[in-house]
């Protein structure tokens, strides 16, 4: 007998979820695809659009995975919800097209919002129980009467976005109470459409669809929508709710005084109440909990987990996990982080205030002067503020209503981690909960669809059966102390309302400055890219979350497409070439209107007429530095291998004429081959390009110093790389290793010639990664001879591969290399992931970092027709030579 899953889907401001869950053991199956939405246009930079044709695709994609690692059957899932981000507003057309989809960010209709408070705040609040805001329904529409009202006059449905999924599941569009109570437009006391303020905008009330309870069953999967999940057809389907008050039924919290405190990207603190209750000042947020019949007292502490990640990501720049070790140093600090206080990601939250949302870090270099420990106390006081934002919201509810609780619920990302929810809790002097699945809002939705398949009778029983403790954690022996902290904290928050009110009004002006790029495409627009260079399967994962991906790698396929029109018709219909050896001339061009830009896989595009490509305005971009990790790799391999006597030693267990446990042998190995570490040596490298920045790099753990000669990179460039800029005749008096890593020109030939071999140091080492024309042989050969240098690597030669009779290849002290530095598997994924950075860069309206042709971005346009040279530029490119697709 196969098992009982239940699925739900939470669709958030930066990725969907797909959450499996066995109706029987409460196990539940996870994953999860990143999401983004561009600026919209002709919105000041305030608005944001929803591409939902790519979120139903990506919600496909993370079903499909979850059903593979739970090892489920389509026949195993009994029933199916959704539930979303709030104030979110999906507008239909006759046919069901989405003409307008907006996240929760979306501010659009901030001048609106502030104008409806100022005429009617108090009547909306009362009603509708929200203070007029830019992220509710009803100042959008306002906005588009106003600006778009074309949009609004062809919208025959309006919906929230875990309604429209709800409808796409099953092909009924129905309203759930609790995301209708987050529009404005909702009667909180009469659980209906309040269509006397939506009938005062303007709007018709016609367009808002009947509403249901959470869990109501409103259909059945449609073939389509199953086709899409890869589930069976005529599953139940149930309507969810709202994602804050679907991680309350995932928290617990399903009777009267119940406090959830839901912190994942946002953080929401949600009382349930018997009753409708307000806060007769506006700051607080009321609204319909899942259960029927039962409300709910919102204040919102904003966007916490999202500034924790940000500030995590300043504090530890390029860590694979920014956020972990964040969390990790805080707990190596104490209570009171040393002195060090925080309010980023701190908000009390005040529904009538609408500002930039700020925060600040305050310490002492007297209080806190141990700079290696100093991080370990930043991170603490960004949890501890976050901790203190949620108790001052939690106080805030509790005030008004009237009710304490005797414990608080913990749901969202934040409740994994158990410093912070002790820390909430000594604050408090309460205890804390939190639940095996901390996914809180995708498992209520969970519940919602288990009640519309008739596998729990109500909400609350599917609640009891499904969410479980993890653990409880009990106010400490730290609380006092923390109480007194919270006091202090929460005295200068107040107190600096009016400096940050100031500064507020300077960001506003610097974040409405920050207006998007002309070219940027539109979040409907997937462009079909066309890939015939090789990449790994993560790079064209990158490629397709943008467009359509054809793949045909020239290596595999073994042809390379040779221009004209045998490559413009293999073009056709695709926006984005992405190439690595193809002839890309004019002809081609010319007979390839739909190209918008070409991302060529080599260090030099010489297989690309960058020039006619510019003409018709094509952004070329390329992708220097695929290799620089493998040279980079190999170089510091050589120094390692140069300063241990590596090559010798390898060969001493070979020889012949040892025995086993012959001690005088190991003396001899071990006096004869003793050599020395990186660690506090000094390592000069001529050129600071993509190979020198990453040798660097990772010299940097190993302790050593290094210097840099390039004329073309300023010393605050080498600063940023861990590098001292220096002179050429420095460098080499200084350095322990000098390795080369510049071009091949005119000016680089034989830099390293017999006079700088002469200023190099006694004893030092010569490393070649890059040219041989950089160093004259005759000279390297004298230096080693003569003991200048005690040895050298390299991966060049002048005649390649050097013959056996070679002066340097065939010496002891000299590591000698086929040209092997940028030859690794994983050439393909380094290429195709720079390609992918500059195609999402394009999209986005940014410059790409390796665009070839920048002048061509100005006027360029994703959806218009291309630029077309005048018939006597025509002429002339034509007889260009073809390009070449040797490097």
Known sequence: MGKSFLMAFDLGGGSGRCLLVDAETGEAFSSKRNWSYPVAPNTAGLGYDLDTEDMWRKLGEACRQVMEEAGAGPEEVQGVAATSMRNTTVLLDSSDRVLLATPNQDGRALGDALMLAGERGMEFYDTGGHWPGPIFTAPRLIWLRNNAPQILER???????????????????????????????????????????????????????????????????????????????GIPVAAGGADTQCGLLGAGCVKGGDIGVIAGTSMSVQQVCGEYVLDGEGRLWSGQHVIPGLYILESNGLLSGTVLDWFSHILQAGSDDALAVVLAQAARSEPGASGVFSTFGAHVGDARSINVIQGSLTMSHMVTPDTLACRDHISRALLEGIAYSAWANTAQVIEVSGMEPDALDIGGGMSRNALWTQILGDVAGKAVRTYTVPENSALGAAVCAGV?????????????????????????????????????????????????????????????????????????????????????????????????????????KMTILGGGHELADVLEGFEVFVTEMDVVDFEALQASAGLKTIICCRVNAVNVDL???????????????????????????????????????????????????????????????????????????????????????????????????????????????????????????????????????????????????????????????????????????EALESGKLAGAALDVFTVEPPGPDDRLAGRDDVIATPHIGGNTREIGAHQGDIAADQLRKLLRGAAPDHILNPQVLEGFDWMGPRREPPPGELERLARNPKPSITS
């Open 155 to 233: 919208t025959v449905r309006a919906a929230c976005l875990s309604d429209w999924v709800g409808f796409r599941l099953c092909g009924n569009l129905y309203a759930e109470r609790s995301q209708a109570g987050e529009t404005m437009l909702f009667d909180q006391r009469k659980r209906g459409w309040a269509t006397d303020l939506i009938e005062s905008l303007g709007v018709s009330a016609d367009i808002f669809p009947e509403v249901v309870d959470a869990g109501t069953r409103i259909g059945e999967l449609s073939r389509e929508a199953a086709e899409n999940l890869g589930l069976a057809a």
């Open 452 to 556: 519309g398949a008739g596998v729990f009778p109500d909400l609350v029983e599917g609640s009891r059966l499904l969410v479980r403790v993890e653990r409880r954690q009990d106010p400490g022996a730290d609380r006092d102390q923390y109480q007194t902290l919270y006091a202090g904290w929460r005295e200068a928050l107040d107190k600096r309302a009016e400096c940050d009110s100031c500064i507020a009004n300077q960001m506003a002006v610097a974040m409405l400055s920050h207006a998007p790029s002309a070219c940027e495409a539109p979040p409907s627009f997937r462009p079909r890219i066309l890939v015939t260079a090789s990449m790994d399967d993560a790079a064209l994962d990158a490629l397709r979350e943008m467009g359509e991906v054809q793949y045909r790698p020239w290596r595999e």
């Open 611 to 781: 020039e006619a490509a510019t003409a018709f305005g094509i952004p070329v971009a390329n992708t220097p530095g695929r290799n620089a990790d493998a040279v980079a790799d190999i170089t510091v391999a050589y120094m390692i291998m140069l300063a241990r006597k590596l090559p010798e030693a390898a060969t001493f267990l070979k020889q012949s004429g040892g025995e086993a446990g012959d001690l005088m042998r190991m003396a001899q190995a071990y006096d004869t081959y003793q050599g020395g570490e990186l660690w506090r040596k000094t390592v000069g490298l001529v050129g600071l390009g993509n190979v020198g920045v990453r040798v660097a790099s990772r010299l940097r753990p190993f302790g050593a110093k290094v210097l840099f000669y390039d004329p073309g990179v300023s010393a605050g460039e080498g600063i940023l790389a861990g590098a001292e800029k220096v002179s050429f005749e420095e460098l080499l008096r200084r350095s322990d290793f000098v390795s080369v890593h510049a071009p091949a020109s005119e000016a680089t030939e034989n830099l390293m010639d017999g006079e700088a071999f002469s200023h190099m140091k006694e004893g030092a080492f010569f490393i070649n990664t890059a040219r041989a024309s950089l160093a004259d042989d005759e000279a390297l050969a």
